[in-house]
């Protein structure tokens, strides 16, 4: 029997309890540690039966832990009472200090809840402080921030009579003791979780990085990481064989690159652009041997980290095959499939691109165009004079300066716009001497050119011979005018030649050379066979259009070969 006057009980109690304290800390997990809980009432403290009712995530109590009873243990185990019933049990009957009592007297009303209970039968107390069987006694368990983490319930003290004072402070202690030891647990066990997940991660993370690595090294085509921005931006970091195969170069070497220092000279604004943005282009990156190999190139931006470096992932793949189809079908479009000269689209294209709409009457020297481009506009009411400089903001419209149109013109408040072929029109005009007789002007000569004899060649001999003698007719054109200038074949046995910077005497004895060149025999198939050639000379000027200029190219070979007789025409 335990009383104030018996100090060698409470010497026992506290043995028992620092026995059963210390075997707290011995359990390794969270269910070993509620179990010893309750084995450490029904063992040191002298209940016949414990168990712990553990705060879940969602505040209600579980059952997770007893001891005294197997049958009862079975029978509650794992069930679950309301966080508002524990709420209502903890705030009845008598409070001693931190411990909770509801006396059989008062405890009938709570027959009905939803927190589990497990009685006995027994007689009533013979006296005041005897234990009753429906007598309650619980020690919450709180964590160190003051939420509750559980709640101990007990019963049946093995000597039948209610805890004294000091029976009542042990549990408490022990109650202390327990929840120290289950928060612990819990934090052994959420540490132990989380090494679980980040050695999963990283081993997910071993696993993509050695899928990346091998799809990046046994890619069938090229793949680099290149770093973005800072002074080293584009260096290549790291290339892959295939991208060392298609340029000729090892690893090694392409580390000390960038694309840059790879690609053409003409497609270096392209390969800036798509760095920059992301994206896709196609341009020519060069090999070790000099040469240089169409590429289709796709750009990344990756990511290392949430704030770290950033990288251009890029993927190379060797299109030189299908840019070779692509030019040779273009070149088909626009060339004579039998000559392999420039075909009548073609011309017309090189011819219009050199054109305008504005007629360049009078020709302007260097130092009258350069005056007239920066010469004060009298519209602009002395704003020169005056010293005003209008700001950058409003002096321009339009895109500036890059690909594509240059700047609108000026534009100063107040007056009307400058026209659009003005002095800031920066298209070079084609003119064209003012009379036949060379008066220093320099143009663009267009040389209408049509083959005397042709048809009764070909009437006679067939279409091989025909075909053989302006296959002969086009290479001996092109052999005699200069590097630049255009030899194209309108059809038939018609041909043109554009020649630039010719002046009107220049242009007669192009025609000239060009008609000696023709006149001596072709052989064919051991035949020798002969052409003559009738040349009108016209001149584009802008104002014209490309059919305007070859229609008076063709007046004039009709008039020049009219003014000849017809044996002089023939040569064939």
Same mark, same amino acid.
Not at 467 to 483: F, H, N, P
Not at 553 to 563: C, G, L, P, T, V
């Given at each position: 029997m335990e009383t104030e006057s018996e100090p060698y009980v409470r010497l026992a109690t506290l043995r028992q309890l620092h026995r059963v304290v210390a075997e707290l800390n011995t359990a390794r997990s969270l269910a070993d540690t509620l179990q010893t809980v309750v084995d450490g009432i029904v063992v040191g403290l002298g209940y016949e039966l414990a168990c712990v009712n553990l705060v879940r995530p969602d505040g209600d109590l579980v059952v997770a832990a007893f001891a005294g009873d197997p049958a009862a243990e079975a029978l509650i185990t794992g069930r679950v009472g309301s966080r508002a019933s524990w709420e209502r049990r903890l705030t009845m009957g008598e409070n001693w200090d931190g411990l909770r009592f509801i006396p059989h007297t008062e405890g009938w009303v709570l027959m009905e809840d939803d927190v589990p209970q497990w009685h006995t039968d027994g007689p009533e107390p013979r006296f005041e402080d005897e234990w009753h069987p429906e007598d309650r006694l619980y020690a919450p368990m709180y964590a160190s921030g003051g939420e509750l983490l559980g709640v101990i319930s007990v019963d049946r003290p093995r000597n039948g009579r209610r805890p004294g004072a000091w029976g009542r402070e042990a549990l408490?202690? !022990?109650a202390f003791q327990a929840a120290i030891a289950i928060s612990n647990a819990r934090l052994r066990a959420n540490m132990q979780r989380a090494l679980v997940r980040l050695e999963r991660e990283q081993q997910a993370l071993r696993a993509s990085e050695e899928s990346f690595r091998q799809a990046f090294e046994y890619a069938p085509s090229g793949m680099a990481i290149a770093e973005m921005g800072g002074d080293q931006h584009g260096r290549l970091l790291r290339t892959n064989d295939a991208l060392c195969r298609l340029l000729g170069r090892p690893a090694s070497v392409l580390r000390r690159y960038s694309f840059s220092d790879l690609v053409h000279p003409e497609d270096i604004g392209t390969l800036l652009r798509t760095s920059a943005e992301g994206g896709r282009a196609e341009l020519r990156l060069g090999r070790r041997d000099g040469t240089y190999v169409w590429v289709s190139l796709r750009n990344s931006v990756v990511a290392d980290a949430a704030d770290g470096p950033r990288f +251009? +992932?890029?993927h190379v793949e060797d299109i030189e095959e299908r840019k070779r189809h692509e030019l040779q079908l273009a070149h088909r479009a626009s060339h004579d499939s039998l000559t392999g000269l420039p075909n009548s689209a073609e011309l017309r294209a090189r011819l219009g691109a050199r054109l305008c709409r504005r007629p360049q009457s009078v020709r302007a020297t260097a130092v009258e165009a350069l005056d007239a481009a920066y010469e004060t506009r009298p519209e602009a009411g002395g704003a020169a004079e005056h010293g005003f400089q209008p700001d950058a903001s409003h002096v321009f419209s339009g895109p500036g300066p890059g690909p594509g149109p240059g700047p609108e013109p000026f534009e100063y408040p107040g007056t009307l716009p400058a026209p659009a072929d003005g002095p800031y029109d920066h298209h070079v005009h084609t003119v064209a001497p003012a009379t036949d007789v060379d008066d220093g002007t320099k143009g663009l000569a267009v040389l209408f050119c049509d083959l005397d004899g042709f048809k009764s060649i070909n009437d006679r001999f067939g279409h091989h011979t @025909? =075909?053989? $003698? +302006? %296959? &002969? $007719?086009?290479?001996? +054109?092109?052999? @005699? $005018?200069? =590097?630049g200038d255009t030899v194209a074949r309108l059809g038939g046995d018609e041909f043109v030649v554009l020649a630039d910077g010719l002046g009107a005497a220049d242009a007669a004895d192009l025609a000239v050379r060009l008609r000696n060149a023709i006149i001596p025999p072709i052989r064919v198939d051991g035949r020798a066979v002969r052409v003559g050639a009738s040349f009108g000379i016209g001149w584009a000027s802008c104002g014209m259009s490309a059919d305007e200029v070859l229609r008076s190219? =063709?007046?004039?070979? !009709? %008039? &020049?070969?009219?003014?000849r007789s017809k044996a002089h025409r023939r040569a064939g």
């Open positions: 408490q202690m !022990y +251009l +992932l890029t @025909g =075909d053989a $003698v +302006l %296959i &002969e $007719v086009a290479r001996r +054109l092109t052999t @005699g $005018v200069r =590097d190219a =063709d007046q004039r070979m !009709y %008039i &020049e070969k009219r003014s």
